[in-house]
T-cell receptor, first 118, second 110 residues
Framework: GAVVSQHPSWVICKSGTSVKIECRSLDFQATTMFWYRQFPKQSLMLMATSNEGSKATYEQGVEKDKFLINHASLTLSTLTVTSAHPEDSSFYIC??????????????FGNGTRLTVT | DAKTTQPTSMDCAEGRAANLPCNHS???????VYWYRQIHSQGPQYIIH???NNETNEMASLIITEDRKSSTLILPHATLRDTAVYYC???????????FGSGTRLLVRP
């Protein structure tokens, strides 16, 4: 159980275009999802917290107008990288909490989306 | 959330136990210790978590010291597929949010 599916697994786009990444919780409902970014040989960096039915909460230094997050249902959150540039090339990973509540329930992660902006 | 300190890298022989230490000396009473691992180019995989008692599951054992200031993740019989970056994370009980540190790069040698 507790499977998180991310799509696409990789995408190549041209500079200036926008890219949408989907994150779905397949067998549970997730009121909260998280988006991370990971550059080569570095750790995961939390970008934002996605809250179902309300605005996302962004970490310091993350541009909310560039990284649009929508969490319209309990099983789907989307991250749109707008006007992508080569420096946005990275590995984007989403995660969602399980049904057990945050006090004793792990986050489950998708398999990531590798974005390459040319 | 409390900060954790892990060795940058470790190695062990296939079939032997891998013991990965983590220091979390500023952990507070309601914070759990979580372990995840990330195999190259994949999302992190949950391994185990605990509050103060030792825990064991099909993947690993977690030993937490009595003062809770450090812990050890034990992979009892490491295989080549256990080569990954292992993250020890301390998390409070009111949020799902996980903040990743640098982790330990474990190399399992044939």
């Amino acid at each position: 159980g507790a499977v998180v599916s991310q799509h696409p697994s990789w995408v190549i786009c041209k500079s200036g275009t926008s890219v949408k990444i989907e994150c779905r919780s397949l067998d549970f409902q997730a009121t909260t999802m998280f988006w991370y970014r990971q550059f080569p040989k570095q750790s995961l960096m939390l970008m934002a917290t996605s809250n179902e039915g309300s605005k996302a909460t962004y970490e310091q230094g993350v541009e909310k107008d560039k990284f649009l997050i929508n969490h319209a249902s309990l099983t789907l959150s989307t991250l749109t990288v707008t006007s992508a540039h080569p420096e946005d090339s990275s590995f984007y990973i989403c995660s969602a909490g399980g049904n057990g509540g945050p006090y004793n329930s792990p986050l489950h992660f998708g398999n990531g989306t590798r974005l390459t902006v040319t | 959330d409390a900060k954790t300190t892990q060795p940058t890298s470790m190695d062990c022989a296939e079939g032997r136990a891998a013991n990965l230490p983590c220091n979390h000396s500023t952990i507070s009473g309601n914070e759990y210790v979580y372990w995840y691992r990330q195999i190259h180019s994949q999302g992190p995989q949950y391994i185990i978590h605990g509050l103060k008692n030792n825990e064991t599951n099909e993947m690993a054992s977690l030993i937490i010291t009595e003062d809770r200031k450090s812990s050890t993740l034990i992979l009892p019989h490491a295989t080549l597929r256990d080569t990954a970056v292992y993250y020890c994370i301390v998390k409070g009980d009111s949020s799902y949010k996980l903040i990743f540190g640098s982790g330990t790069r474990l190399l399992v040698r044939p």
